[in-house]
């Protein structure tokens, strides 16, 4: 027997008690996240429990080092890496992996249960997020941005010990920080490579960032009628951004309605998929739940849910056409490839589809019948300021975590006002607004998959349009995505699939063509 043949029985061998686990503890996620209980965050812990056990087996972890990975294919090769890492983590550092899971769960626990206040009334996230968006009162302002950033406060010296700790965990992997070493154990990316397409990007873009925020502050500055603008003044939608018509014509709208039609005009029936069972949907704010949106993919092609705290406007509307995206490649993935490539091609991958489907609704014609053609044609021409806030947002978030975990006795908020003045140009006050990045806590070093998949996002959609047109002009659509890309997987790798399904290496091109106009 070959050394392909006795790999793909181990990891059959393997699959049968692993991908039962998987789906449980997946299960549980959804249930902690939905419901933060203790009863739930303890059944939470005990599924990755019985998820961790499976790799504490030296006999299947020695009959997996025997392996010769130099006769094995590329793709198995890699994938008999991800199963060795993961037995050495659990056989060598189990402990320390446990405590890891049980501090992140419990500092989830602890945001999840905050509930901001405005003048001793408790208030949503969504609550919070419209005044930012809508009101002119700096006062009320003022109370509904230090609630958000209360959140962040609740939780900052609890982070910076978290980081402390995952980095001690790294040390023991070979790693200087856990940055690095999530970003090359977990996402496979160099961090050469990742710091060339950041540069990139960067280089090609600036002019434009900086004209869309400098415009940003100036209106802002008018607005407001100061010359010095704090953390409060941001965020709110101006008569210039046609967003705020927008917003104002979806408030009597369905944004779960009309984000259906939208995928039933790419061939995808929504409902039908939540009636046979294939996909929950969990979208308004409630007590206990997180605050965030979340696509939680359990199995597979049978069984992907989302978590989100929907209100009718834009953000909202983006947010589920975001997370649908993330569903229906899950759902499209082949039940009958093996286990171990049951999985999208990589996470920037399924961000790319998802950030294309959010980005629907300024890129296609989707809304045109509810929006006055003037407004629309505005709406659709703004796609270009947020690509480039977008790179400007997304290199702060990834720089700030990046210098966090080289040197956690830094000062954060400090930190963070001084990347937040380099990439938005803005001058307030410090505070722990970076606090308030959930992946910070839940997914570390996974903001560099957001600006990957944003070049993978442009250089995909270019080739859809060339084949199908406007995606959300043709019901054949959904076909051609799910036989041509989500069929397959993790069974073709990122840059492959890329290769494989335009014709071409993936390259920063389209996405700031897209950013120049």
């Known amino acids: 027997m070959g050394e392909a043949e006795k790999f793909a029985d181990l990891k059959a061998e393997?699959?049968?008690?692993?991908?039962?686990?998987?789906?449980?503890?997946?299960?549980?996620?959804?249930?902690?996240?939905?419901?933060?209980?203790?009863?739930?965050?303890q059944k939470y812990e005990e599924s990755q429990d019985e998820y961790s056990k499976i790799f504490q087996d030296k006999k299947m972890y020695e009959k997996f080092l025997r392996i010769d990975s130099s006769k094995?294919?590329?793709?198995?090769?890699?994938?008999?890496?991800?199963?060795?890492?993961?037995?050495?983590?659990?056989?060598?550092?189990?402990?320390?992996?446990?405590?890891?899971?049980?501090?992140?769960?419990?500092?989830?626990?602890?945001?999840?249960?905050?509930?901001?206040?405005?003048?001793?009334?408790?208030?949503?996230?969504?609550?919070?997020?419209?005044?930012?968006q809508t009101d002119d009162n700096a006062e009320l302002r003022k109370k509904a941005y230090n609630a958000r950033i209360a959140g962040g406060d609740l939780i900052a010296e609890d982070l910076i010990d978290f980081v402390k700790m995952r980095n001690e965990?790294?040390?023991?992997?070979?790693?200087?920080?856990?940055?690095?070493?999530?970003?090359?154990?977990?996402?496979?990316?160099?961090?050469?490579?990742?710091?060339?397409?950041?540069?990139?990007?960067?280089?090609?873009?600036?002019?434009?960032?900086?004209?869309?925020?400098?415009k940003k502050i100036q209106e802002l500055k008018e607005h407001f009628g100061t010359d010095v603008l704090e953390g409060y003044h941001y965020g709110l939608l101006l008569d210039s951004n046609p967003e705020k018509e927008v917003n104002k014509i979806l408030e009597n709208q369905d944004v779960e309605t009309l984000s259906k039609k939208i995928y039933s005009k790419m061939g995808y029936d929504i409902d039908k998929m939540v009636e046979c069972g294939k996909l929950t949907l969990d979208l308004y704010p409630r007590k206990g739940k997180n605050t965030h949106g979340f696509c939680f993919g359990v199995e597979a092609g049978k069984d992907s849910r989302i978590l989100a705290n929907l209100t009718n406007n834009v953000i909202s509307l983006d947010t589920l056409n975001h997370e649908l995206g993330h569903c229906v490649y899950d759902l499209g993935i082949s039940t009958k490839l093996q286990f171990f490539d049951k999985a999208p091609s990589s996470s920037a991958f399924t961000e790319a589809i998802a950030m294309m489907t959010g980005d629907i609704i300024k890129t296609e014609d989707v809304l045109s019948d509810i929006i006055p053609d003037d407004v629309f044609q505005k709406f659709k021409q703004s796609?270009?300021?947020?690509?480039?806030?977008?790179?400007?947002?997304?290199?702060?978030?990834?720089?700030?975590?990046?210098?966090?975990?080289?040197?956690?006795?830094?000062?954060?908020?400090?930190?963070?006002?001084?990347?937040?003045?380099?990439?938005?140009?803005?001058?307030d006050k410090a505070d722990n607004e970076w606090a308030t990045i959930p992946h910070y806590l839940s997914h570390p070093a996974y903001?560099?998959?957001?600006?990957?998949?944003?070049?993978?996002?442009?250089?995909?959609?270019?080739?859809?349009?060339?084949?199908?047109?406007?995606?959300?002009?043709?019901?054949?659509?959904?076909?051609?995505?799910?036989?041509?890309?989500?069929?397959?997987?993790?069974?073709?790798?990122?840059?492959?699939?890329?290769?494989?399904?335009?014709?071409?290496?993936?390259?920063?091109?389209?996405?700031?063509?897209?950013?120049?106009?």
């Open 72 to 132: 094995l294919s590329k793709h198995d090769a890699k994938q008999l890496k991800d199963i060795l890492k993961e037995y050495d983590e659990e056989l060598n550092t189990g402990d320390a992996l446990k405590a890891l899971r049980k501090r992140e769960n419990e500092i989830a626990a602890k945001i999840n249960s905050y509930i901001p206040k405005i003048d001793g009334k408790e208030v949503s996230k969504t609550e919070l997020t419209k005044i930012l």
């Open 14 to 41: 393997l699959a049968n008690v692993l991908e039962p686990a998987t789906i449980n503890a997946e299960k549980c996620s959804w249930d902690f996240y939905i419901n933060s209980t203790q009863d739930n965050m």
């Open 169 to 214: 965990y790294a040390k023991t992997k070979g790693f200087e920080n856990y940055f690095d070493y999530k970003l090359k154990e977990s996402y496979d990316v160099d961090s050469v490579f990742l710091d060339k397409i950041l540069a990139e990007v960067y280089s090609k873009a600036e002019v434009k960032i900086k004209e869309v925020q400098s």
């Open 383 to 427: 796609h270009i300021e947020d690509e480039a806030s977008f790179v400007a947002k997304s290199l702060l978030i990834i720089d700030f975590e990046r210098e966090l975990y080289k040197n956690p006795e830094i000062n954060p908020a400090q930190l963070w006002q001084k990347l937040r003045k380099k990439y938005l140009m803005r001058n």
């Open 447 to 517: 903001y560099q998959n957001y600006f990957r998949a944003a070049i993978m996002k442009a250089q995909v959609y270019s080739y859809l349009k060339s084949v199908l047109g406007n995606l959300t002009e043709n019901n054949r659509s959904a076909k051609f995505m799910d036989e041509n890309i989500f069929s397959v997987g993790a069974s073709v790798e990122e840059y492959d699939l890329i290769r494989q399904l335009t014709g071409k290496d993936f390259s920063v091109d389209d996405f700031v063509s897209s950013i120049q106009g």
